[in-house]
């Protein structure tokens, strides 16, 4: 049971360099989530998804798109990557609303960017 | 949104105990928290809802005062495999109401 999967592990982007960070849950889970980790920042929410075709800003959006066009897939995408977006991104999903239910987070394995 | 979380690190010495504490500025449906080691992914502890109930896991346990709209984490009798960041996440009324938003953590060294 794989659980949640991110992909890649590891990026090294130049400024201005696009890429997309992708995540997948075999768990039939409805919400996922993009967060981002920076040292002493904790975790903020980037943007989030309560089903497939569904998508919402979370705290720190800009610089991101997002895309849920299957149940089982978060795609998230930087279009012109700039320095401040070097960070551990996460990935992570839950059965039912992690806020306001019983649910926890189910994260992934995270995805190491550096811009450069 | 971010809920604010005190201490920001403790040192212990196995077998003592410790408390985190988490609280929001905002009402809250939920608490939960999680702890993360060095290099890993953050993993469940604990889910608290609102109705200001205590719940416990081993020798970890928490508490949810929902009109204080705080939470607090007790560690007891503390492991080497306690040691990590833990943060707390909260659920409120907001426009991120169904995520949740997480403290800076609480780093929580336990040494021999």
């Known amino acids: 049971n794989a659980g949640v999967t991110q992909t890649p592990k590891f990026r090294v982007l130049k400024t201005g360099q696009s890429m997309t960070l992708l995540c997948a849950q075999d768990m039939n889970h409805e919400y996922m989530y993009w967060y981002r980790q920076d040292p002493g920042m904790g975790l903020r929410l980037i943007h989030y998804s309560v089903g497939e075709g569904t998508t919402a800003k979370g705290e720190v959006p800009d610089g991101y798109n997002v895309s849920r066009l299957k149940k089982q897939n978060f795609l998230l995408g930087l279009e012109s990557a700039a320095p401040s977006q070097t960070s551990v991104y996460f990935c992570?999903?839950?059965?039912?609303?992690?806020?306001?239910?019983?649910?926890?987070?189910?994260f992934g394995n995270g995805t190491r960017l550096t811009v450069t | 949104q971010q809920p604010v979380q005190s201490p920001q690190a403790v040192i212990l010495r196995e077998g003592e105990d410790a408390v985190i504490n988490c609280s929001s500025s905002?009402?809250?449906?939920?608490v939960h928290w999680y702890r993360q080691k060095h290099g890993e992914a953050p993993i469940f502890l604990m889910i608290?809802?609102?109705?200001?109930e205590q719940k416990g896991h081993d020798k970890i346990s928490a508490s949810f005062n929902e009109k204080k709209q705080q939470s607090s984490l007790y560690l007891t009798a503390s492991q080497l495999s306690y040691s990590g960041t833990y943060f707390c996440?909260?659920?409120?009324?907001?426009?991120?109401?169904?995520?949740?938003?997480f403290g800076k953590g609480t780093s929580l060294l336990v040494t021999p």
């Open positions: 905002k009402a809250l449906y939920s």
């Open positions: 992570a999903s839950s059965y039912l609303a992690s806020g306001t239910e019983n649910s926890p987070l189910h």
């Open positions: 996440g909260t659920g409120a009324l907001s426009n991120s109401g169904y995520a949740l938003n």
């Open positions: 608290l809802l609102k109705g200001g």
